[in-house]
């Protein structure tokens, strides 16, 4: 997708770029900015209003700390300290003893008490309401005391001490640190992309640094039952299984998202008797015929699939963009069916709600609670939308936040200011912190809530053009936002008094203990043969020429310069011609990335193609070479074919690398 009208959420037709930027226009001009602050970060920022900022004495964090009373001098943690825990916390104890390895260097026993000057001490005190579930109270005097009515303050408290120590020993004082939103959310939308667990890991690192608690991800299960929806991308359960098992040892939950019943051409693509019919008889393999029993059955599978790993508390069905470039009036039988079930006066709009309101229902007969996006309620209906379903809201409609927060409804903000969308828009994050934003302000205007609806905020990642960008660029490039982001949802006074500043703390802070390197590269640039299962992999002379596999090959057509990337991956080129594998030619997503399994790799002429990036990943017996981009490994199927395939797929994947001319 090229074009501003084109630029949208990553479907064939999804959130258009024309109305983020509206958007966010409105949210700045309701924080008392001029829409000049589209401009970009270096443009002026005279008419932010002042925000408030923590008190000079207070330890730079961030999130900055709710308030700070010091003390007198620090505390060293000195070689014999130790972490004493109560029952509640131990799990918290051993994972900050983890942490404490990679900052000092050295194990960190965790007993069970008493507790000695200069520990570092959990206890949970139940009594404790006034912290909630998540807030905690530090205390840094002989020792430092962490106190919180649950396990989750405890964790926090443990992330403050971490943050400390990035400065050296720890203050001497005391807080009282409550988070003002409960929900402090990222979302991925991994739907034509595949995020490695690398990253995810990564990612739920920093969260939990930041003090961010919910990762909501869109992303496709691999399916038994409907084996013909596993085109690529798609997770394995045992992947997501261990992607929710490290999120829930961080204290995130995880929200899973299948859309429907827009953008679910991913699902729906094989199946065009669950389509929706235009009036000419054309199925729309974006939309599911939400009058057709099979595609309701259908989508209940899906939505079982995703709870069978997913078991937290909530599923997300998007629900948005139905009639994205088109309209109601282009399905007449949407209204038909509306009519025959409510009666002459309702609308082809209710036939959507209907659909919405059946699945919450399903979904509340598994345990857990709805959410959509909110642009579908245009209030074109008469059947009303559930109550108990969360609206996540993040563009202006005909029903306000505020109304939808009158009616009862709980009301995340999702606004697009936060939007990340890979290869193409960023958010504003310097506006956005000298504003002072927080989740209060919306999309459409700055709320009252004096019901605590508004259940938090959230910064969501999308892949539009994620062929011109690959993953280790998106996580750099997330850095300061996702922390302006943290500061604003936790609700505490701003660490420092500029952006400016800000960047600096957040670059000295750094990443999360255990975040480890942002990439890796095994193999040094040098020449070697690369072989696999079945014979040397070769290149041909001609670009556009597949790659290949030869038992036999001379070396002057199985010689490759590894050549390491700036951005952590390597450009694998043909020593004798001087072309670059890739991945380009064959059957391309909607973001215009060959998705397709078994696509053949070939030899191109070098250019800036994210798609001739490749990443090493160590397996036994040699390397597993994978597209930065197609997120697919090469495969040697056959002894004449180099292919792309999953990783859980491909069979010959397995690459040996013998270097023939040195390190470069």
């Given amino acids: 997708m090229t074009s501003h009208e ?35 970060p270096a443009a002026a920022d005279d008419t932010a209003p ?105 964790f926090y408290g443990t992330r403050t001490v971490l943050q400390m120590l990035s400065s050296g020993d720890l203050p001497a004082g005391t807080t009282t640190d409550v988070p003002a939103s409960r929900e402090r959310a990222v979302g991925v939308c991994a739907c034509y992309t595949y995020n490695t ?123 948005d963009e139905y009639m994205i470039n088109s309209a109601y009036s282009n399905y007449p039988q949407l209204l038909a069916y509306a009519r025959a079930k409510f009666g002459a006066n309702a609308t082809p709009q209710d036939a959507y709600i209907d659909f919405i309101n059946r699945i919450d229902a399903y979904v509340r007969s598994k345990g857990k609670t709805l959410r959509i996006w909110n642009d579908g309620l245009t209030g074109a209906n008469t059947v009303a939308l559930n109550k108990d379903i969360v609206i996540e809201h993040w563009l202006p409609e005909k029903q306000t936040t505020q109304q939808l927060l009158d009616a009862g409804y709980q009301v995340m903000n999702a606004t697009d200011a936060w939007y990340y969308v890979r290869g193409s828009y960023q958010p504003d994050a310097q506006r956005l912190y000298n504003s002072g934003w927080t989740p209060l302000t919306f999309a459409d205007g700055t709320v009252t809530d004096p019901a605590s609806r508004v259940t938090g905020a959230e910064y969501m990642v999308w892949p539009d053009n994620y062929g011109k960008e690959n993953e280790n660029t998106t996580q750099q490039r997330m850095f300061v936002s996702l922390r302006a982001f943290a500061q604003g949802a936790w609700g505490s006074p701003r660490p420092t008094a500029d952006y400016t500043g800000f960047t600096a703390l957040a670059n000295t802070l750094g990443h999360a203990p255990g975040y480890g390197p942002q990439w890796v590269q095994p193999l ?44 952590g991956y390597y450009h694998l080129v043909a020593a004798g011609s001087g072309l670059c594998a890739d991945v380009s030619r064959g059957q391309m997503n909607n973001m215009r990335v060959v998705e397709q399994a078994g696509a053949a790799a070939t030899a191109e002429t070098c250019g800036t193609s994210e798609s001739q990036k490749w990443q090493l990943e160590p397996v036994p017996g040699g390397y597993r070479l994978v597209d930065a981009i197609t997120q697919q490994a090469l495969d040697a199927t056959d002894p004449a074919a180099v292919v792309q395939q999953p990783r859980d797929v491909a069979v010959h994947d397995v690459w040996r690398f013998a270097a023939t001319g040195g390190a470069a």
């Fill in 6 to 40: 084109d630029l949208r959420r990553p479907r064939p037709a999804g959130r258009s770029l024309g109305r983020v930027t509206t958007a966010i226009a409105t949210l700045l001009t309701c924080a008392g900015m001029t829409a000049t602050a589209l401009a970009g």
């Fill in 50 to 154: 002042a925000a408030p900022t923590a008190a000079a004495t207070a330890p730079a964090l961030i999130p900055a700390l709710q308030n700070w009373a010091p003390g007198s001098g620090s505390l060293h943690l000195g070689p014999d300290f130790r972490i004493d825990t109560d029952a509640t916390g131990e799990a918290t104890a051993r994972l900050l003893a983890d942490n404490l390895y990679d900052v000092l260097g050295r194990h960190v026993p965790v007993v069970g008490g008493p507790a000695k000057p200069g520990d570092i001490v959990l206890r949970t005190d139940p009594s404790r309401t006034e912290l909630g579930t998540e807030g905690y109270q530090l205390t840094v005097g002989t020792e430092a005391q962490i106190t919180g009515a649950d396990a989750a303050g405890l």
């Fill in 197 to 319: 667990d690398a990253w995810f890991t990564r990612l739920i690192k920093d969260m939990a640094y930041l003090k961010l608690n919910t990762l909501h991800v869109e992303l496709k299960v691999k399916n038994d039952e409907y084996p013909a929806v596993n085109t690529f991308s798609y997770y394995t359960k045992p992947e997501i299984r261990r992607l929710v098992a490290l999120a829930t040892k961080y204290h995130i939950t995880v929200i899973p998202e299948i859309n429907s019943p827009g953008h679910v051409d991913p699902y729906v693509a094989p199946y065009p008797d669950l389509q929706l019919k235009n009036s000419a008889g054309t199925p729309d393999p974006t939309r599911l015929d939400i009058t057709n029993p099979a595609a309701f059955s259908f989508f209940t599978q899906l939505i079982d699939n995703d709870l069978s790993v997913f078991p937290g508390p909530y599923f997300h069905m998007g629900a």
């Fill in 524 to 567: 040094p640039a040098g020449t070697f043969q690369v072989r696999g299962t079945g014979g040397a992999l070769t290149a041909p002379a001609t670009a556009g020429s597949p790659l290949a596999i030869d038992p036999n090959a001379p070396a002057d057509t199985s010689t490759w310069q590894l050549q390491p990337t700036t951005d």
